[in-house]
């Protein structure tokens, strides 16, 4: 009997943190766009408003960058400026970005796996799984 870990390839996690919940998300989404290999163009500006509901504010996450995914995937668009508002179950984004010039490992899905965000000395923080 035993066991050792197994480094998973479709896997990619990133730990996360802010001053507050808003930028925890922001960064969160910068963090995505590296993890993607995501490259956003100099074109012309593209503005987008995103909001989003659930039960907590993991969900919130999750769902927001699942927004951010399918742009990418649907429409060959990255963002890579946030300017986000938050109440209790509900997140309002203000999102600009640009098209995609390079997309290197497409994120296929945000994970819930240990997803918690914690409040810690520094802020707020959190690591997140990403399907590759």
């Known amino acids: 009997m035993g066991f050792t870990e197994?480094?998973?390839?479709?896997?990619?996690?990133?730990?996360?943190?802010?001053?507050?919940?808003?930028s925890l998300f922001g960064e969160a989404a910068r963090a995505m766009n590296q993890a993607a290999g995501?490259?956003?163009?100099?074109?012309?500006?593209?503005?987008?408003?995103?909001?989003?509901?659930?039960?907590?504010?993991?969900?919130?996450?999750?769902q927001f960058l699942t927004e951010l995914i399918y742009a990418q995937e649907q429409e060959d668009?990255?963002?890579d400026q946030f300017d986000?508002?938050?109440?209790?179950g509900k997140l309002n984004a203000k999102l600009e970005?640009?098209?995609?010039?390079?997309?290197a490992k497409p994120i296929k899905a945000v994970t819930y796996h240990n997803l918690s965000i914690q409040r810690t000395t520094r802020g707020y923080e959190t690591e997140i799984v990403f399907d590759v």
């Open 6 to 22: 197994i480094e998973h390839t479709a896997d990619c996690s990133m730990m996360v943190w802010a001053d507050d919940l808003p």
């Open 38 to 62: 995501a490259r956003i163009g100099r074109g012309p500006r593209v503005r987008r408003k995103v909001s989003v509901q659930a039960a907590d504010s993991e969900s919130l996450l999750v």
């Open 77 to 79: 668009l990255g963002f």
């Open 84 to 88: 986000l508002q938050m109440s209790p």
């Open 97 to 103: 970005g640009s098209l995609l010039e390079a997309l």
